[in-house]
C-alpha cells in the first residue's frame, strides 16, 4: 500500500540555522501538507498545497517558513531561521480531495530539536 | 473558528472489552467531514474511521464505529473487543466543507491492559 515517508525522521540544529524537511508524498495525490505536533499538545495546520502554489496557511506559518516541490515526488518545508520554539514533529499529509474524498495520509514524522 | 474537544485526555480498557471515546466539535457549517485517527508509540498517524456530515448512517470499519450525532455536534468512537495494538493517542479530527485544513483535538491516550 502506498504511503508518504518522510527524510531525515531526526533532526537537531542550532538556533538560527535554516532546516529543510523532506516528504514524498502519495503518487496520484494532488494536494499536500504540513502540520506540526510540539511535545505534549495537539496537531496543528500549517500550510497546504495544490498546484504549485500555497493554497492555505495558518497563522503559524510566517516568513520564516516556505515550501516547495522541487521535482515531481518531493515535497519540503524550509525553515529559515531556527528558534527553539520550533522544536516539534513535522508531519507531511497528502491527499486527493476529489470527489468527497477528503482523507489526509500523514507521513511518520520528523522530529526536530532547535537548541 | 471551528474547534474540537476531547474531554477525556487518558482511557484504559481490559483487553477485549468495548470502549468509548468522545468528541465534539464547534462549527456553524452545515457539510464537514469528521475523522479519527491514531497514533501509536511509533508516531505515525493512521487513519482509523470517517464520516461524512451529510450521511447520516454511521461510519463502520471492522472493530471500530462511530456515533454521530450532528445536532450535538458530537462524534465518539467505540472500539469492540479491544486489542493490544489499540493502545495509542487518538486524535478526532474536523474538515470544512470549504476549506482543506484538519483541525485536530487534543486526543486521548487509551491503554489497553491484558
Known amino acids: 500500500e502506498p504511503e508518504v515517508t518522510q527524510t531525515p525522521s531526526h533532526q537537531v540544529t542550532q538556533m538560527g540555522q535554516e532546516v529543510i524537511l523532506r516528504c514524498v508524498p502519495i503518487?496520484?495525490?494532488?494536494?499536500f501538507y504540513w502540520y506540526r505536533q510540539i511535545l505534549g499538545q495537539k496537531v496543528e495546520f500549517l500550510v497546504s498545497?495544490?498546484?504549485?502554489?500555497?493554497?492555505?496557511k495558518s497563522e503559524i506559518f510566517d516568513d520564516q517558513f516556505s515550501v516547495e516541490r522541487p521535482d515531481g515526488s518531493n515535497f519540503t518545508l524550509k525553515i529559515r531561521s531556527t528558534k527553539l520554539e520550533d522544536s516539534a514533529m513535522y508531519f507531511c499529509?497528502?491527499?486527493?480531495?476529489?470527489?468527497?474524498?477528503?482523507?489526509?495520509?500523514f507521513g511518520p514524522g520528523t522530529r526536530l530539536l532547535v537548541l | 473558528a471551528q474547534t474540537v474537544t476531547q474531554s477525556q485526555p487518558e482511557m484504559s480498557v481490559q483487553e477485549a472489552e468495548t470502549v468509548t471515546l468522545s468528541c465534539t466539535y464547534d462549527?456553524?457549517?452545515?457539510?464537514?467531514?469528521l475523522f479519527w485517527y491514531k497514533q501509536p508509540p511509533s508516531r505515525q498517524m493512521i487513519l482509523v474511521i470517517r464520516q461524512e456530515a451529510y450521511k447520516q448512517q454511521n461510519a463502520t470499519e471492522n472493530r471500530f464505529s462511530v456515533n454521530f450525532q450532528k445536532a450535538a455536534k458530537s462524534f465518539s468512537l467505540k472500539i469492540s473487543d479491544s486489542q493490544l495494538g489499540d493502545t495509542a493517542m487518538y486524535f478526532c479530527a474536523f474538515n470544512s466543507f470549504y476549506g482543506q485544513n484538519f483541525v485536530f483535538g487534543p486526543g486521548t491516550r487509551l491503554s489497553v491492559l491484558p
Open positions: 499529509a497528502s491527499g486527493v480531495l476529489a470527489g468527497g474524498e477528503r482523507t489526509q495520509y
Open positions: 498545497f495544490y498546484n504549485n502554489e500555497i493554497s492555505e
Open positions: 503518487s496520484n495525490h494532488l494536494y
Open positions: 462549527t456553524s457549517e452545515s457539510n464537514y467531514y
